[in-house]
């Protein structure tokens, strides 16, 4: 039987890791893996979580299994640090999950046992998993107009248009700070706007938080959902703790369900307890322990939120230095939106030809549609870009 399974295409972003750790050139460059890495090109533990594990790991007295839809500590620290003061426990729902991707699939799969006819509007471009797991899943996607090419912004007038076609029943997948793979943001006035059509046709939003704290900062980025949740009775949010944490292998993520009335809530609350046990029974909880210790100690918590802090304005100053490198050897300002994008991504609007070509002449990786991850970057790698970036004539 297995005989009969087809092969399935790979994973850009991976196939692009094992090309870059078989190119044996001294001096190469990888900006294509998503993860965080400091100017030594290492991805540290960070203070708090290096004192929290060991908080855990000197109380700790059993590894049996904890619940089902994850500890409440974590669950309400996350609504916490998501919703802030506008968090209302009583109208909302919480879910451990299997980093952020498991809370994209679980949100997904909540949507759907509530409407098997949904569909879900898409950014264009979004994080390709985003589109693969629906896609897996057998669900209608749309794609609504995000990007300008020519910018290097948001099509904020194509956005409207597009997912106003949306109706009752719909999900929109917003990305809520740190736009994957573009860096190009809403501003909090287009949110305004994104929650008067949200009410208009009244679809669901379904917000994937992944990076908070690493755009404008942990209340900054999440300022755009808690607008959202304050307008639209009924949401869903999936955040990971992967980034903003540093922990990427602990896999700890949260969906969040805003409900409108305490009944639904309690319904839903059972519905994606239910998901958990059908889909891998008891969440991790290692990391999860992890989040809560930091987030509700407030010496872990005020370490983190410092070294946080500094992780943000260190690719900020990364970004603003790239700009000023390309400024000059450009002698014009058409790449300073790198200086305004946000997050660990900008996309550059290269074509695949001139990717390829800094790849190739330049020992630089960066994933095929020109989306570089600004954190791979240090101070002396910067130059070295910017020229090919320059020689390869984008």
Same mark, same amino acid.
């Given at each position: 039987?297995?005989?009969?399974?087809?092969?399935?295409?790979?994973?850009?972003?991976?196939?692009?890791?094992?090309?870059?750790?078989?190119?044996?050139?001294?001096?190469?460059? @990888?900006?294509?893996?998503?993860?965080?890495? @400091?100017?030594? &090109? !290492?991805?540290?533990?960070?203070?708090?979580?290096?004192?929290?594990?060991?908080?855990?790991?000197?109380?700790?007295?059993?590894?049996?299994?904890?619940?089902?839809? %994850?500890?409440?500590?974590?669950?309400?620290?996350?609504?916490?640090?998501?919703?802030?003061?506008?968090?209302?426990?009583?109208?909302?729902?919480?879910?451990?999950?299997?980093? /952020?991707?498991?809370?994209?699939?679980?949100?997904?799969?909540?949507?759907?046992?509530?409407?098997?006819?949904?569909?879900?509007?898409?950014?264009?471009?979004?994080?390709?998993?985003?589109?693969?797991?629906?896609?897996?899943?057998?669900?209608?996607?749309? !794609?609504?107009?995000?990007?300008?090419?020519?910018?290097?912004?948001?099509?904020?007038?194509?956005?409207?248009?597009?997912?106003?076609?949306?109706?009752?029943?719909?999900?929109?997948?917003?990305?809520?700070?740190?736009?994957?793979?573009?860096?190009?943001?809403?501003?909090?006035?287009?949110?305004?706007?994104?929650?008067?059509?949200?009410?208009?046709?009244?679809?669901?939003?379904?917000?994937?938080?992944?990076?908070?704290?690493?755009?404008? /900062?942990?209340?900054? @980025?999440?300022?755009?959902?808690?607008?959202?949740?304050?307008?639209?009775?009924?949401?869903?949010?999936?955040?990971?703790?992967?980034?903003?944490?540093?922990?990427?292998?602990?896999?700890? %993520?949260?969906?969040?369900?805003?409900?409108?009335?305490?009944?639904?809530?309690?319904?839903?609350?059972?519905?994606?307890?239910?998901?958990?046990?059908?889909?891998?029974?008891?969440?991790?909880?290692?990391?999860?322990?992890?989040?809560?210790?930091?987030?509700?100690?407030?010496?872990?918590?005020?370490?983190?939120?410092?070294?946080?802090?500094?992780?943000?304005?260190?690719?900020?100053?990364?970004?603003?230095?790239?700009?000023?490198?390309?400024?000059?050897?450009? &002698?014009?300002?058409?790449?300073?939106?790198?200086?305004?994008?946000?997050?660990?991504?900008?996309?550059?609007?290269?074509?695949?030809?001139?990717?390829?070509?800094?790849?190739?002449?330049?020992?630089?990786?960066?994933? &095929?549609?020109?989306?570089?991850?600004?954190?791979?970057?240090?101070?002396?790698?910067?130059?070295?870009?910017?020229?090919?970036?320059?020689?390869?004539?984008?």
């Amino acid at each position: 039987m297995l005989a009969n399974l087809k092969p399935q295409a790979p994973d850009k972003i991976l196939a692009l890791i094992g090309e870059f750790k078989a190119d044996t050139r001294q001096g190469k460059i @990888d900006l294509g893996v998503g993860v965080y890495k @400091d100017a030594n &090109g !290492h991805t540290p533990i960070m203070r708090a979580v290096h004192e929290a594990e060991k908080r855990i790991l000197a109380s700790e007295t059993t590894k049996s299994y904890s619940a089902l839809a %994850g500890e409440p500590d974590f669950q309400s620290a996350m609504a916490g640090l998501v919703l802030g003061a506008g968090h209302k426990p009583e109208l909302t729902a919480a879910l451990a999950t299997v980093g /952020g991707t498991g809370a994209i699939r679980q949100a997904l799969e909540l949507a759907r046992m509530a409407n098997p006819d949904l569909r879900v509007f898409v950014s264009d471009p979004t994080w390709p998993n985003h589109v693969s797991i629906m896609n897996f899943m057998g669900l209608p996607v749309q !794609h609504y107009r995000y990007f300008d090419n020519d910018t290097r912004g948001v099509d904020f007038e194509g956005l409207k248009a597009d997912i106003s076609a949306a109706k009752k029943g719909d999900v929109v997948l917003l990305h809520g700070c740190c736009h994957n793979p573009t860096g190009a943001n809403l501003t909090l006035e287009q949110w305004a706007e994104v929650a008067d059509i949200l009410e208009k046709t009244g679809a669901m939003p379904l917000i994937d938080l992944a990076y908070q704290g690493f755009g404008d /900062g942990l209340e900054a @980025d999440a300022a755009g959902t808690r607008l959202i949740a304050s307008r639209i009775p009924e949401m869903l949010i999936a955040a990971s703790c992967s980034k903003n944490f540093g922990i990427y292998r602990e896999r700890t %993520g949260c969906l969040l369900a805003q409900c409108g009335d305490a009944t639904t809530r309690d319904l839903t609350q059972g519905a994606m307890a239910f998901l958990n046990r059908q889909t891998y029974s008891f969440p991790p909880f290692h990391g999860a322990k992890i989040v809560a210790t930091v987030l509700n100690t407030p010496e872990l918590r005020a370490d983190w939120e410092a070294e946080l802090e500094a992780v943000r304005s260190g690719m900020l100053r990364l970004r603003e230095q790239l700009a000023r490198e390309l400024s000059s050897l450009a &002698g014009s300002d058409r790449f300073g939106f790198i200086a305004e994008h946000r997050g660990m991504f900008s996309r550059l609007g290269a074509t695949p030809e001139q990717v390829k070509r800094i790849k190739e002449e330049f020992a630089i990786y960066m994933v &095929g549609d020109s989306r570089l991850n600004i954190a791979g970057l240090n101070d002396t790698t910067v130059p070295i870009l910017a020229r090919a970036i320059i020689e390869a004539g984008v």
